[in-house]
């Protein structure tokens, strides 16, 4: 098989092959989580996760925003628009 196939053997600890299949959606692809399972998908401004805002702890809710913990490198982000000083971005939820 060549390296362009999309269906790839791969070796398991144990030596049994395994077949690792094709991406599940076009963000995957990219290396992008895939949003499709998440009901408000949010990218950290500082480190690019991405993550489910619906599973995060709110720490702080203000008249404008809330803050939260980004999950992957521990910052305070909200979700303030980018331009009044936000840290977070709301990402397109994708259904494959």
């Known amino acids: 098989m060549s390296s362009d196939d999309p269906m790839i053997l791969t070796t398991l600890g144990g030596g049994r092959p395994s077949e690792v299949g094709p991406p599940a959606s076009a963000q ?3 290396g992008e989580p895939a949003t499709e399972p998440m009901r408000f998908p949010y990218r950290c401004k500082w480190c690019g996760h991405v993550h489910d805002v619906s ?13 939260w913990r980004c ?13 009044w ?9 994708t259904v494959a």
């Open 28 to 30: 995957e692809a990219h």
């Open 55 to 67: 599973r995060v702890t709110v720490v702080q809710r203000y008249a404008d925003c809330s803050v």
């Open 71 to 83: 999950p992957n490198c521990d910052v305070l982000i909200d979700d303030r628009p980018e331009l």
């Open 85 to 93: 000083g936000g840290s977070a971005i709301p990402v397109e939820r």
